[in-house]
């Protein structure tokens, strides 16, 4: 869970830092994609992988982090910044409910 919890509050600040960065700055949509949007799509690749079966039975035994899909998912569902910028609704799979606030 510590390593779960640090990955949100990575992501927000990385969130933040990319907001202050790019304000006032002329972003514009890509790919089909607004630029918060492709903010979350790069925090999520950074998570891509092809594991076989057996590599995430020892990783669940051995490695503090949640599997990478798990990763991924909690953290963003966790944010509300990704629920606005794919326009979310309550209720869908990727908005909690009570979502865990870090700070």
């Given at each position: 869970?510590?390593?779960?919890?640090?990955?949100?509050g990575?992501?927000?600040?990385?969130?933040?830092?990319?907001?202050?960065?790019?304000?006032?700055?002329?972003?514009?949509?890509?790919?089909?994609?607004?630029?918060?949007?492709?903010?979350?799509?790069?925090?999520?690749?950074?998570?891509?992988?092809?594991?076989?079966?057996?590599?995430?039975?020892?990783?669940?035994?051995?490695?503090?982090?949640?599997?990478?899909?798990?990763?991924?998912?909690?953290?963003?569902?966790?944010?509300?910044?990704?629920?606005?910028a794919?326009?979310?609704?309550?209720?869908?799979?990727?908005?909690?409910?009570?979502?865990?606030?870090?700070?």
């Amino acid at each position: 869970m510590g390593e779960d919890i640090a990955d949100l509050g990575g992501s927000l600040l990385a969130y933040l830092a990319w907001r202050e960065a790019t304000q006032g700055k002329d972003l514009r949509p890509s790919d089909g994609l607004r630029p918060e949007q492709r903010f979350f799509v790069g925090v999520a690749q950074a998570s891509c992988s092809n594991e076989r079966d057996e590599d995430k039975r020892l990783l669940a035994i051995a490695d503090p982090h949640s599997p990478p899909e798990y990763r991924v998912n909690g953290v963003m569902s966790n944010m509300p910044e990704f629920a606005t910028a794919f326009s979310c609704k309550p209720g869908q799979p990727m908005v909690r409910a009570k979502a865990c606030k870090i700070w």
